[in-house]
C-alpha cells in the first residue's frame, strides 16, 4: 500500500510517518508528502474511514492527489 502514491495522503494521516517504497514511485511520493499539510492529511484520513467503496475512496484520493499534486499522472 505504501508503493502506492494514491495512498500516500491516507497513510500520513492515519499517522504513518515511514513508508517503505520501490525506488521508481520514490520521487513521486516524496512530492506528495511534501505538499501536504499535517492536518489535511488527517481530514484525507477521516474522510476515507467514513466510505465504503473501493470506488469512493480512490475517487477521493485521485482528487486530492490530482488537487495537490497535479503532475502526477493515476491510469486509474
Known amino acids: 500500500?505504501?508503493?502506492d502514491p494514491l495512498a500516500t495522503a491516507f497513510l500520513v494521516g492515519i499517522g504513518i510517518d515511514e513508508l517503505s517504497v520501490i525506488p521508481p514511485v520514490l520521487p513521486e511520493i516524496k512530492k506528495i508528502v511534501r505538499s501536504l499539510k499535517l492536518k489535511d492529511a488527517k481530514r484525507v484520513a477521516d474522510k476515507v474511514c467514513t466510505l465504503h467503496t473501493e470506488t469512493e475512496i480512490?475517487?477521493?484520493l485521485t482528487s486530492i492527489i490530482k488537487n495537490k499534486v497535479p503532475?502526477?499522472?493515476f491510469d486509474l
Open 58 to 60: 480512490r475517487a477521493i
Open 71 to 73: 503532475e502526477i499522472p
Open 1 to 3: 500500500m505504501a508503493g
